[in-house]
């Protein structure tokens, strides 16, 4: 009987994250200053961020130490487990071998924690004493409350209205780590009072959270702001995922034909694949399969551009692929894809055909999810339904081909349930494609 | 650095349970037929247990194999890691080595799938197509549904109502794994029906519940009922937790001086303590602490008596510690703990002055939870968070003392996080010791 679970011990986790920059080929656009379209320099984001972060954002070294005391926080639930999905190919009658990174094993139930914990280090290094930030679905809240918690900083998470009306678990899971929340829009900041002031029942918006959560850094003594994904620095710490499955793989002496993950901001699809990127440019056929909403589809539907990350236009102008920062995406229960941009990184790598980035709806996603779990057992998170759909859909494409299949399954769906609920009892459905609305949005933004 | 997590590899993962039957100093009382209270046989309860089950119960060989197909899905979730707790020690300043064993990696997120998965087995082997099992805090059901799913049983779950509506979460979980699940009482069953008829706001009971899975199970062709926890086989299942601890602690050179699990119906205790009963009888001085809710303190206020399982008066009467069939315990958090009774083995261990029960308050568990969860990561489940309690409260008595501490942390909190909720709001307070109502209940059992 061959291991079900391939494990790295301890001292065999990274102690370097791998920093794609230096290797996308046709090289990476610079952020601008909204106001100058210049190039933004550290000295303007320094107001947010420690310049340890600024500097991995823009470092063109290939390989980037993890300080002792990240990786002294990572052991206690990394390396994750890399597990052959027997179960799951015996179902699907398939000769693909599937394996799956399960980064649910974190503290809070997915991959955030690999970026909120050193982000909240630097941050505590730099002097800064609390954090600012935003939380739609809950998992970056969740992983940047216990991330501070960890480092001793303060957190205090700005929290979309609807999600925070509707996923009181996240909130209590955030309020555990001793993280402090507010329903976004707050009476707590300009911003926020602004918008109540238009409408008193707004849902919120990650947008508007966001543009709250930077306020609050820019109007604090010692507060940062910390973001969950998109930037590069967040990419960087999340390739720990990928270097480990790499690792587990050679393990077993296997090796990826396709790597799949789903696409929010990027930071979950660029975790297992970045890694992976040195081999498909020397030459190795491999393919990067990105799956995302079909009712927010940034890479399949959207265009390059240079826009906001917010919707109240704070942050810089990003190189990204976008559906406009006006664009307010359905509601599907994968709250964590629900984002109108798409991280620069990955933006590039589809500008230059080495991601293949599909569309899926969240029906299908849900019942590969169910399928997958009485399979292996585990309930995926919504956002990880995608990557196993994906996966799935290339397993079954010819049953009889024994090609190596490697997916990131980012969270557990624990405290997703309620929408796996609805979906048994037929209350959800299919959004279909917002062509007129990202059209609207898109309209006054140029490609680039 | 030293390991934070110690891991087997699978195939160190023990290849059979230990069963503590014949090694109870003193020996174990026969359940009682209660119509003739002559000790009941396999032919009576073989209308609702398959033979292999039963022969299990009564079995007095040391070791029982564990089946191939029960080890191969086992190893969808185990060996499960035994995580020293380098930051809850310094949090407290102990010099007291604290190691748990983190059953929170199964499927549902709780330790019940050990005994699940080898139930649904040997049922499906005996022929059977259905299982009847009834859930309070919804864990057992949870882990009943996978397990059914797992061997291509149907499952019918009877949910105490008022977990039922409380409870969305854990409902969803079962249904993902394809359970169907029932309000108790229902209009299912006979008593179900009577039940309702006098009250037809009746919020349920775990009582209840077994009595409907029960006559469920009686009269339906091919299905039979499970139970969670309790019955020697079940806490012979359990028996993988400290069998797989020992061999941890045995690859760190270490062994314990007290181990501490929390008691509700005894298979979590039972399940990290039996497989070191060997040695404390052999003369190790090792301590077994049991840590039950001072609202429903079976083991410290309980009589040892002849007393059914449930409240219906249906099932044997079984020699344990109990606060009486007709005891309904305060609604405190930790569901799984607000049992009457307790498993006769670990009833034996308390006679035997082997296991020294203690009893804590609810707010204090959600203290130590939650300062756990700091340190560790970890949510726990409110069961676990008892464990945690008796086990601060050992490493605190004398924070000098250099001894070994090992508890079962029996499942993760994720799916209970409504209860931490309240406990941050102040909305959840401590209950009195209830000794009239333990009285009334136990003045018609004599003691054994």
Chains 1, 2 share one sequence.
Not at 144 to 159: D, H, I, N
Not at 166 to 185: D, E, F, L, N, W
Not at 305 to 319: E, I, K, N, S, V
Request: hydrophobic residues 40%; glycine residues 8%.
């Amino acid at each position: 009987m061959s291991e079900k679970k391939i494990l790295l011990r301890e001292d065999e986790m990274p102690k370097q994250w791998y920093n794609a920059l230096p290797d996308i080929p046709g090289g990476m656009k610079p952020p601008l200053d909204p106001a100058t379209k210049q190039p933004i320099g550290p000295d303007k984001l320094g107001a947010i961020f420690p310049m340890a972060l600024l500097e991995q954002e823009m470092s063109m070294a290939p390989w980037i130490d993890i300080p002792e005391p990240v990786l002294e926080i990572y052991r206690l639930w990394r390396p994750s487990p890399l597990i052959r999905a027997f179960e799951l190919e015996q179902a699907l009658g398939t000769k693909a071998r599937i394996y799956y990174k399960y980064e649910g094993v974190s503290p809070v139930g997915s991959h955030k924690t690999n970026t909120a914990v050193p982000q909240a280090y630097y941050n505590k290094q730099a002097g800064i004493k609390r954090i600012a930030t935003e939380t739609g679905a809950g998992q970056w809240g969740s992983a940047m409350a216990f991330a501070s918690s960890k480092m001793g900083l303060e957190c205090k998470v700005y929290m979309v209205r609807v999600s925070f009306d509707q996923k009181p678990y996240r909130k209590a899971m955030m309020h555990t780590y001793g993280a402090s929340i507010v329903a976004s829009p707050s009476q707590d900041t300009n911003y926020g009072r602004s918008v109540l002031a238009r409408d008193p029942d707004s849902p919120g918006s990650l947008g508007i959270a966001i543009s709250e959560a930077i306020e609050d850094a820019v109007t604090h003594d010692s507060t940062n702001y910390a973001l969950g994904s998109v930037l590069n620095h967040v990419l960087l710490h999340q390739t720990i995922i990928g270097l480990e499955a790499k690792k587990q793989l050679a393990k077993v002496g296997d090796f990826p034909d396709v790597i799949v993950g789903a696409c929010g901001g990027g930071s979950n699809f660029a975790g297992i694949a970045l890694p992976f990127l040195p081999d498909r440019l020397a030459g190795k056929n491999i393919r990067f399969l990105g799956v995302e909403p079909a009712s927010c589809p940034t890479l399949t539907k959207g265009k390059m551009a240079y826009d906001f990350g917010d919707t109240a236009q704070m942050t810089p102008l990003l190189p990204m692929h976008t559906l406009g920062h006006d664009f307010i995406p359905p509601g599907i229960h994968a709250g964590g894809l629900r984002y109108h941009g798409m991280a620069p990184i990955v933006s590039a790598l589809v500008r230059e055909k080495i991601l293949e980035p599909i569309a899926v709806h969240q029906l299908e996603c849900f019942e590969a999810g169910v399928l997958f779990a009485k399979a292996e057992g585990i309930i995926p998170a919504p956002e990880s339904c995608h990557a196993i759909r994906g996966a799935i859909m290339e397993a079954t494409k010819d049953l009889n081909e024994p090609k190596t299949i490697l997916l990131n399954l980012s969270g557990h769906g624990h405290l997703d349930l309620a929408s796996f609920e609805q979906y048994f009892a037929g209350e959800l459905h299919n959004y279909a494609y917002p062509a007129e609305a990202i059209a609207e949005s898109l309209k006054h933004l140029p490609e680039i």
